[in-house]
C-alpha cells in the first residue's frame, strides 16, 4: 500500500511538473515604462518626474521632454517590459538620440509577436506664432487600421502627437465596426478643407454587459490609455499637452445636431431633456507644489485645484450651417512667467457630441463638427 502511495505520488508529480513546463508563455510585448538616469536631472529636465515615462499600450512611441540645452548624445534609457518580454537594443545600453529617435524591438516571451518602438528625447521649441491653428487636415488609421487619429506638426515640422479621442475605447466593444462608424471621423465638407465629425454611438450588447452603453464622439488635446477604459473610464482620458504660451481666446466652427432620446446610463430612456454638445479649453499647472506630475481626466477636468484658466464655449445651438464660436479664457490666478518658458503649464481642448458622454448619459445619434479651431495668445513682448 506504501509502495503504492509512494508511486502514485511520484505520478502526480510528474503531471504537475509536465503541467508548468506545457504552460503557454506569456504573447505580450509591451513597453510599460522607460526611465533614464542622469547625474543632474535639472540640467535636462523640467521636473525631476520626467524622466520616467509610462507607455499607454496603444501608443509604440517613447518621447521624453528634455530642455533645449540638454546634451542627448550618451543616454542609456531603462524600460520595464511585460513578463518575460526582451528588447533589442538592449534595456540599457547607450545611443545617440541627437539625430532623431533610436528604434527599438520588443519581443514576446513565446517569441511568436514582437513590436516595433521609437525612443526620442524631444527638445523643448519655443512657440513663437501668436494664434494656434488647429485644422484637423492630418488624419490617418492607426497601426490596426480601425480607427482615424489626427497628429498636427509643431512649428519645427515634428509630429505634435497632440490629439485623442476615445476610438480606442469603442474598438473594445465594436471591434467589427469600420473606420467610418466609429464615432470621431474625419469629415471631407468642412467649413475649410477636411473637419472632424463627432457622434454618439451605442456601444452594442458588449456595452450594455459593462453598462456603459454609449460612446460620445470626442476630440482633445491628450492621450487615450485603452487599459483604463473598462476599468475606469474616466481615468481612461488624460487631458492635455505642454504649451508655453498664455492664451486669450479659443475660436471656431461647429455645426450640432442633437439624437432625438436621450438616455441615462443605465440605457433608459428620459423625457424632456435634449442632449447638448461640449466645447472647451482648459489650462493648468502640470506640477503640484512637490514636484510631481499633474494630468487632469474625466473626473476633475474642470474641478482640479491646477486649474488657472477656462475658456468654455456656453451655448452649442443647434444648426446645420458651420457656425463661428468664441470664448475668452477665465483665469482663476494668475500665471507665472518662469513656468511658462519652462513648459510648466498644459493645455487641452475637448469636443464632445454629448455634454455627459462621460458618464454613459447622452442620446444616440447626437453629431457635433468642428473646423477651424484658433487659441489666440498674449503677443510675445519684443
Known sequence: MVRLRLVAAASFCIILSACFKDGPLNAECDIQEAYVHVETPSEMFFSPTDTLVRVPSETSSVTFKVRKSADITRLAPVFRLTEGASIEPASGSVHDFSSGPVTYTVTSQDGEWSRVYTVAFQPSVQTVTDVMPFDFERF???????????????????????????????KLSRGSAAPEEYPSVPWAEGYDGAAVKLETKSTGPLGEIVNKRIAAGNLFLGSFNMGMALTNALKATRFGVPFDRKPLKFTGYYKYRPGEKFQDEKGNIVEGITDRASVYSVLYRNHDANGNDVILHGDDVMTNENIVAVAKVSEIKVTDEWTAFEADFEYKSDIDESLVNENGYNLTIVFSSSEDGALFRGAIGSTLMVDKVRIECEKIQE
Open 140 to 170: 490617418y488609421l492607426d497601426p490596426s487600421g480601425k480607427y482615424y487619429i489626427w497628429n498636427d506638426k509643431k512649428e519645427d515640422g515634428s509630429d505634435a502627437d497632440n490629439w485623442a479621442t476615445g476610438n480606442p475605447g469603442f
